[in-house]
């Protein structure tokens, strides 16, 4: 158990609709990170939050945002769903230095319909 | 710009065989980081490993250990006795001030342990 929780597990939704996914990071971890895995694409990075502010992007589309609240839990919201939007998606978090490991919680299956 | 490389996409050897899952990287770094990943079947990814750039001493855990050398960007991943519980998908992984400190992904390697 890495202590980075993700819910929920498994999400099944229809295309054009919007989902929110839910990261709790380790305890004392500032820095959360969103990534997504596909069967055709790899691990893609999306965006990482520290203490609260965006601090980098990466292949995320504008048709998704995330945030990171004052208790340092962080949501990916994913809006007009696509097919090509059926991944897993993981949070990571990691402590102060960048440099630090990453622990990744264990996923959430986006399917979509 | 950094690189991971995995070039064996798929391992499958009988139980209690040693099996090693090679990754080489690319990077104009002098101090980088690079790491090992373990995703089962069950779909988490499991931390095993991290090494920073001046540490080359080899790291054995268990029946798992790691090969550091710089002179060949190498860090190569060493099952030995394999079992059942090894299959998973291994992923090395590298960060450095070039990628701001992100994680550079190999493709990872798939490895099958058959009974």
């Known amino acids: 158990d890495s202590g980075v929780t993700q819910t929920p597990k498994h999400l099944i939704t229809a295309t054009g609709q919007r989902v929110t996914l839910r990261c709790s990071p380790r305890?004392?971890?500032?820095?959360v990170y969103w990534y997504q895995q596909s069967l055709d694409q790899g691990l893609q990075f999306l965006i990482q939050?520290?203490?609260?502010?965006?601090?980098a992007k990466g292949n995320i589309l504008e048709r998704f945002s995330a945030q990171q609240f004052p208790d340092l839990h962080s949501e990916l919201n994913l809006s007009s769903l696509e097919l090509g939007d059926s991944a897993l998606y993981f949070c990571?978090?990691?402590?102060?230095?960048?440099?630090?490991?990453?622990?990744f919680g264990p996923g959430t299956r986006l399917l979509v319909l | 710009a950094q690189k991971v490389t995995q070039a064996q996409t798929e391992i499958s050897v009988v139980e209690k065989e040693d099996v090693t899952l090679d990754c080489v990287y690319e990077t104009r770094d002098t101090t980088y980081y690079l790491f090992w990943y373990k995703q089962p079947p069950s779909g988490e990814l499991v931390f095993l490993i991290r090494?920073?750039?001046?540490d080359e001493q080899n790291e054995i855990s268990g029946r798992y250990s790691w090969n550091f050398q710089k002179s060949t960007s190498s860090f190569n991943f060493t099952i030995t006795a394999s079992q059942v519980v090894d299959s998973a998908v291994y992923f090395c992984?590298?960060?450095?001030?070039?990628?701001?400190?992100?994680?550079?992904w190999g493709a990872g390697t798939k490895l099958i342990i058959k009974p």
């Open positions: 090494r920073n750039s001046f």
């Open positions: 305890s004392g971890d500032l820095s």
């Open positions: 939050y520290y203490n609260g502010e965006e601090r």
């Open positions: 992984a590298l960060s450095g001030m070039d990628s701001n400190y992100q994680l550079i």
């Open positions: 990571a978090s990691s402590g102060q230095n960048p440099e630090e490991t990453q622990y």
